[in-house]
């Protein structure tokens, strides 16, 4: 079956900073991969769809400035955090799938707090 | 633009009880239907994919159910357990058209 695989789990950082969270696909090849974020006891939110080779596409409302997505590989999508405030808190999640008719996997998430 | 609902939001059950979850969507026109258990801090679990032309799936105790002409899914878990504590998602693909080109050919 199909495995997303996600790093790290949790992430404490320094506001300013940057991070970065990695999506990958263990047994599948991704052309597509989605982020979301999710706050506490809400729903996921999508935030970008990742394209292999191509620029990623946002949401309205999310800064593609501070949400940068670099799908280099049809196995690897990364999220990285630019100058992370207090407010960027909050769990990140991707997602994958096989293809059509194959349903969504999601990784197991990144819980990032920005101190 | 589809907007998916699940009603209710908690819901508390003794051990042993059948239950029923529900998920309403307002747009039909999907692809398919994809049921997730999320625990605590943790990423989503697939539970059950039901494709546009199935009407249900089963995995086990659970159970799941798709009318989309009525924009309605069930999730129906059998003899619940402790261990079926958490938050259960429902998904939907949907097929979202453009408003189309028309293409005039001259000869």
């Known amino acids: 079956g199909a495995v997303v695989s996600q790093h790290p789990s949790w992430v404490i950082c320094k506001s300013g900073t940057s991070v970065k969270i990695e999506c990958r696909s263990l047994?599948?090849?991704?052309?597509?991969m989605f982020w979301y974020r999710q706050f506490p006891k809400q729903s996921l939110m999508l935030m970008a769809t990742?394209?292999?080779?191509?620029?990623?596409?946002?949401e309205q409302g999310v800064e593609k400035d501070k949400f940068l997505i670099n799908h280099a590989s049809l196995t690897l999508s990364t999220l990285t955090v630019t100058s992370a405030h207090p407010e960027d808190s909050s769990f990140y999640i991707c997602s994958a799938s096989l293809g059509t008719g194959y349903g969504y996997t999601f990784g197991s998430g990144t819980r990032l707090t920005v101190v | 633009k589809q907007e998916v609902t699940q009603i209710p939001a908690a819901l508390s059950v003794p051990e042993g009880e059948n239950l029923v979850l529900n998920c309403s969507f307002t747009d039909s026109a999907i692809y398919n239907l994809q049921w997730f258990r999320q625990d605590p801090g943790k990423g989503l679990t697939s539970l059950l994919l039901i494709q546009s032309s199935q009407r249900e799936q089963t995995s086990g105790r659970l159970n799941a159910s798709l009318d989309k002409s009525s924009g309605r899914s069930t999730l129906y878990i059998a003899a619940s357990q402790p261990g079926d504590s958490a938050t259960y998602l429902c998904a939907v693909i949907a097929l979202i058209f453009g408003k189309g080109t028309t293409l005039s050919v001259s000869s």
């Open positions: 047994d599948f090849q991704a052309t597509t």
């Open positions: 990742s394209n292999e080779g191509s620029k990623a596409t946002y």
